[in-house]
T-cell receptor, first 113, second 116 residues
Framework: SQKIEQNSEALNIQEGKTATLTCNYT??????LQWYRQDPGRGPVFLLL?????KEKRKERLKVTFDTTLKQSLFHITASQPADSATYLC????????????FGTGTRLKVLA | DVKVTQSSRYLVKRTGEKVFLECVQD?????MFWYRQDPGLGLRLIYF???????EKGDIPEGYSVSREKKERFSLILESASTNQTSMYLC???????????????FGPGTRLLVL
């Protein structure tokens, strides 16, 4: 079955730097991959979706890449701010042809002022 | 804006009680989901519904049931609550009923359930 790996250790970076988070998967290549942000005690919020035929997607300070050869997605936040501190989850379709997903456990990002 | 609401933010129940968690979405989404989230385990799918009265088991359905009598409402039922069901429960919806991607999931705020 599909497995997703996100760095479970927290990532601390200095304000203004670029944060890079990694999502690796092990089996089939998903048709698309999504990134969500989750704040403590709240539900995840959708950020970006990237499809298998797209190499890169951008939205304001966010950038996502999708490398189906490496089975990896990278999520970048440029010019990071303390308000970007949160847990970031990646999610893949589960390959069943329905809209069900497998979520990674998330990486906690802390941006230091 | 898509809105997904859950009936309670916090809930405390006793072992053996029947527990109802309700979720309502206002975007005419076909798909609705119930997850539980535990530290180190991430989000795990309990049940999924792709239409009214239709349901499909997720990865951890044991001890849970669901009901979807109306398109906008998806209920999670713990038939006899146990301490190992203490968790954060998250409802989500997705579908083509708005400007969102069909694939995007919209989550409610979550219900933190404590079973004593």
């Amino acid at each position: 079955s599909q497995k997703i790996e996100q760095n479970s250790e927290a990532l601390n970076i200095q304000e203004g730097k670029t944060a890079t988070l990694t999502c690796n998967y092990t089996n089939y290549s998903p048709a698309y991959l999504q990134w969500y942000r989750q704040d403590p005690g709240r539900g995840p919020v959708f950020l970006l979706l990237i499809r298998e035929n797209e190499k890169e997607k951008r939205k304001e300070r966010l950038k996502v890449t999708f490398d189906t050869t490496l089975k990896q997605s990278l999520f970048h936040i440029t010019a990071s701010q303390p308000a970007d501190s949160a847990t970031y989850l990646c999610a893949l379709d589960d390959g069943s042809g329905t809209y069900k997903y497998i979520f990674g456990t998330g990486t906690r990002l802390k941006v230091l002022a | 804006d898509v809105k997904v609401t859950q009936s309670s933010r916090y809930l405390v129940k006793r072992t053996g009680e029947k527990v109802f968690l309700e979720c309502v979405q206002d975007m005419d989404h076909e798909n609705m989901f119930w997850y539980r989230q535990d530290p180190g385990l991430g989000l795990r799918l309990i049940y999924f519904s792709y239409d009214v009265k239709m349901k499909e088991k997720g990865d951890i359905p044991e001890g849970y049931s669901v009901s979807r009598e109306k398109k906008e409402r998806f209920s999670l039922i713990l038939e006899s609550a146990s301490t190992n069901q203490t968790s954060m429960y998250l409802c989500a919806s997705s579908g083509g009923g708005g400007p969102s991607h069909q694939e995007t999931q919209y989550f409610g705020p979550g219900t933190r359930l404590l079973v004593l």
